[in-house]
């Protein structure tokens, strides 16, 4: 699985979105579908804030873009995980306890072959510099969490706190990396969402830290 979401080339941009899933947003109320994400609506829009930015979600002209900089072509993951929440979140506050992918219901069956959590990148790039974790993740608007060597959370939205636990590497074992998110996650993203979701957040703090 490769770090940078926009490696897929059948889906690379938020472009590429299905219809239906354009669909299905517009059918669902959008203060409903605000209220359950922590999203806003001002009539022709959402705002929604994902790993530290604001996004802009247009039904209308099927857009999605980041308000300061409305250029930046946005990854197909990155549209699929705001458009997916904004039509299926139950509205659910989140748990406060970090649980694996695995740990999540399905999760032990789906996360796994193409679907395993990419943890390389994380131990590639901060298994010996595990300060450079916490740097950037609090770049991306997260802080320290108690757990390995360095753990961090941060927003990877506002119902889904993300996690990350790194254990350095030695002389004897190599560096590991563990990819948490909030119990109830299930509660705002179907697994796929949660897996890109998580694809997102290695790629963007790997490429905070290397900025």
């Known amino acids: 699985m490769p770090a940078d979401p926009n490696e ?29 994400t922590g999203a806003t609506w001002d009539g022709e829009g959402y705002t929604l804030a994902m790993l ?18 409305p250029s930046h072509r946005l990854s197909y993951q ?8 904004l039509i299926r979140s139950l509205g659910v506050p989140p748990a ?13 069956q789906f996360f796994q072959g193409p679907h395993a959590i990419n943890n390389e990148p994380l131990e590639e790039r901060f298994g010996h510099d595990p300060k450079a ?3 950037a993740a609090q770049a991306l608007g997260g802080e320290s969490f108690e ?9 990877g939205l506002p119902m889904i706190p993300m996690y990350v636990l790194l254990w350095a590497g030695d002389e004897e074992f190599g560096p590991r990396a563990v990819v948490g998110m909030d119990a109830y996650a299930h509660h705002h993203l179907a697994l796929d969402g949660i897996w890109a ?3 997102l957040m290695v790629h963007r703090l790997v490429k905070e830290s290397r900025a």
Do not use: C
């Open 8 to 36: 897929n080339r059948l889906f690379r941009w938020a472009d590429d979105i299905p219809p239906q899933l354009w669909e299905d947003l517009v059918a669902r109320p959008p203060a409903e579908a605000a209220g359950a």
């Open 78 to 85: 990155t549209g699929l995980v705001l458009i997916s929440t």
């Open 133 to 135: 974790l916490l740097d």
């Open 197 to 199: 979701l998580s694809n």
């Open 147 to 155: 757990g390995g060597d360095q753990g961090v959370r941060l927003g």
């Open 52 to 69: 530290g930015r604001s996004h802009r979600l247009e039904p209308k002209s099927r857009r999605v873009y980041l308000p300061e900089d």
């Open 96 to 108: 406060g306890r970090m649980v694996t992918p695995q740990e999540l219901p399905g999760g032990a």
